[in-house]
């Protein structure tokens, strides 16, 4: 059967020019080729997420709240969201129940939605102390659910580390406190917004958790790649570096067809002109750089397809630069979005 599989792409102008032209929202096109469309342009989009179970339905997290496609993403129609303009960044199903969705936003909140995302009601609030005050309210970046204890689920925090819950969202537990104790090593401190050097500790972008390594939560700061064996109560340096001439991670997502397979998007800085995409096929142990590209700007997102391995796309910040591959790395196609657009922030495939 032919590949039915689209791309889409988030693309927001938050990011220190209020005043750039360009377009915003969604766009998508065939995996396959073909020219992409702007699907949603009302709205900035700071995530764009193809549902695991049906790839019919599309959600985009927007400077509105939610919106949803049933059609693939041929259209979008903003949900029974209870918050006007409320940004949302993340999204997460619930393994035990496709129709259970969470949606992460800014300022840190929770939304659960348990009608397939027609309709959301916003969690009792996280109460998370505020770590590291910056020029933006904190946000809910990346959502990920233990896949054996599901009422656990951990979201990163950006510039404020790292919570847990044990009760599918009803309370969280701060995870931050071990985050702040590595950066009191000189060379894991960073301050460029705030009034602390553990900033950089604190600038949380992904997590994700690897179903070979189940109780290892693997989170993408802006200092590297860390690991907690213990549900967040202390973490450990990857030591990406080893690996990587660029250290700031951007995103980590684990493969859902390749068994211990992560992948990781490291750039310089959260504005910077290069970056690469990283894989590792060990559990992140080591990693080796898997795409074959120049981008121009940081990388923000790793699209990765459901059910193909072979397919992988990544999203550079500026320029609307787009690239993917269709046959594991060997070969890699640019097909950068039309006219121009402000930042892309997420790339999903699906």
């Not at 998370?128 to 933006?136: D, E, Q, R, S, V």
């Not at 009803?170 to 931050?176: G, K, L, V, Y």
């Not at 211990?260 to 310089?268: E, P």
Request: aromatic share 10%; net charge neutral.
């Amino acid at each position: 059967m032919a590949d039915q599989s689209n791309i889409y792409v988030g693309v927001a102008g938050y990011f220190g020019k209020p005043d750039h032209p360009g377009r915003v929202g969604v766009f998508r096109r065939g995996a396959k080729g073909g020219d992409w469309q702007h699907v949603l342009g009302t709205v900035q989009a700071f995530t764009v997420f193809v549902h695991p179970t049906d790839p019919t339905i599309v959600f985009a997290g927007t400077n509105d709240g939610v919106w949803r496609s049933t059609d693939a993403g041929a259209t979008f129609r903003r949900t029974d969201f209870p918050d006007a303009k409320t940004q949302v960044w993340s999204f997460l199903v619930d393994l035990r129940d496709p129709r259970r969705i969470f949606a992460g936003a800014s300022p840190i909140d929770v939304y659960r939605s348990d009608d397939g995302g027609t309709s959301w009601r916003k969690l009792p609030h996280p109460g998370m102390a505020t770590h590291c005050k910056g020029p933006f309210a904190s946000r809910v970046m990346r959502l990920v659910q233990h896949p054996k204890r599901p009422d656990e689920i951990y979201a990163a925090l950006e510039i404020n580390g790292v919570m847990r819950s044990t009760d599918s969202g009803e309370t969280w537990t701060d995870c931050s406190a071990g985050l702040i104790k590595l950066a009191e090593l000189p060379h894991l401190q960073s301050k460029i917004v705030s009034d602390t050097t553990a900033e950089g500790m604190l600038d949380s972008h992904a997590v994700t958790i690897n179903p070979a390594d189940p109780d290892a939560v693997i989170a993408a700061m802006r200092m590297g790649l860390f690991r907690s064996a213990d549900q967040g109560r202390t973490w450990q340096d990857m030591d990406v570096g080893r690996f990587s001439p660029t250290t700031y991670g951007r995103d980590v997502k684990v493969s859902t067809v390749e068994p211990n397979t992560l992948y990781s998007a490291l750039s310089v800085a959260a504005s910077s002109h290069d970056g690469g995409l990283y894989r590792s096929q060990d559990g992140g142990q080591s990693w080796k750089r898997f795409d074959k590209v120049q981008v121009h700007g940081t990388i923000m997102s790793i699209g990765l397809h459901p059910s193909d391995a072979a397919q992988v796309y990544i999203g550079a910040r500026y320029d609307g630069e787009v690239f993917g591959t269709r046959d594991a790395g060997k070969t890699w196609q640019a097909m950068p979005l039309p006219g121009e657009v402000q930042h892309i922030y997420s790339v999903a495939c699906g």
